[in-house]
């Protein structure tokens, strides 16, 4: 069973990447992450990720997306979002309680605890640290997606049609979570909505350059980034911070607004500047975090830090 269960979860790793900040968002966000790993955890995380020539960070970082399926780890599917019972962004209100609205702790805040866990016990086998490793690369990313951290009509999924180099009324399947998913990053980069994996992968390759340079620019380095693995307060303000972009930004102007314009126009040039950003942290504080995990293994005891059982 050990076996079988392997050889699905590295099959998978090799599929083509989708769904959430379009593939090459997750891929921007794993590029740009280890641009500020320290030499411990680019060492560590290409071992436990299982980097190669063929399956690089952004391949791992965009991995979580093809396993959640119902052939491959269909149980994964909720630990990509969380959705707050209290949000009503209509009367701008966006609230999130934790651990309330994580039932059962199936939701991001909790995978994110959870892998990080995983990862951190070398007793745990070699594929189940390798998997968690590759689910936090991915999860940073859906954490900065606003609508990923959303209770509204389930993450924007049920604000549809929405309208998109087209007028209006739309009469499409295109949501408003699409929209940020997809529509926004493609349009931000000037990709077309049909591409290939190698131009995906060239796309995320330039976003994560030109983020690192505008970070650059403006002096970040990282070392002040939250980065407490003992517990969720890091990830929960970053949670609400995302919830908060649904009042002021996503959701500002009204669902009625949403559903009645194109927003490829205004509302597009209104966020884009907002996409850009929390593309930029997901990589900056997903590197914090992998730093702090691969400067705890360093210091065990043992020095074991891969340990588990081989492949």
């Known amino acids: 069973m050990l076996a079988r269960t392997a050889t699905l979860l590295l099959a998978a790793a090799a599929a083509t990447p989708a769904f959430c900040w379009d593939g090459f968002g997750h891929q921007t966000v794993g590029f740009l992450a280890q ?90 086998p070699l594929i189940q640290r390798r998997n968690a490793t590759k689910f936090l690369l991915h999860f940073f990313g859906d954490l900065h997606q606003p609508m990923h951290t959303s209770g509204f009509k389930y993450g924007g999924n049920m604000v549809r049609p929405v309208c998109w180099n087209t007028a209006a009324p739309c009469d499409g399947t295109r949501s408003l979570h699409g929209v940020w998913d997809s529509s926004m990053p493609r349009k931000l980069r000037g990709v077309p909505d049909e591409t290939g994996p190698e131009e995906d992968k060239a ?67 209104e966020n884009a500047g907002l996409l850009n950003t929390q593309v930029g942290k997901a990589g900056l504080r997903l590197a914090a975090w992998m730093n702090a995990i691969a400067s705890r293994l360093a210091a065990s005891d043992d020095g074991e830090w891969l340990g588990g059982d081989d492949l």
């Open 203 to 269: 796309v995320a390759v330039a976003w994560a350059e030109d983020l690192y340079d505008l970070q650059q620019a403006e002096g970040v380095n990282g070392g002040d980034v939250c980065a407490d693995l003992s517990g969720p307060r890091c990830i929960l303000n970053w949670a609400a911070e995302s919830n908060k972009l649904v009042c002021s930004n996503v959701l500002n102007k009204g669902e009625a607004w949403i559903l009645g314009n194109d927003l490829s126009k205004e509302y597009f040039d």
């Open 35 to 124: 641009k500020y790993f320290s030499s411990e955890a680019n060492a560590t995380f290409g071992a436990l990720a299982g980097l190669s020539d063929g399956f690089d960070i952004g391949d791992a970082a965009a991995w979580a997306d093809t396993v959640r399926g119902v052939d491959n780890l269909p149980w994964s599917k909720n630990w990509h979002f969380i959705n707050p019972k209290g949000d009503d962004p209509e009367n701008h209100v966006c609230v999130m309680n934790y651990p309330t609205d994580c039932v059962s702790q199936n939701c991001i805040i909790a995978a994110i605890m959870n892998q990080t866990s995983i990862v951190l016990d070398t007793e745990k």
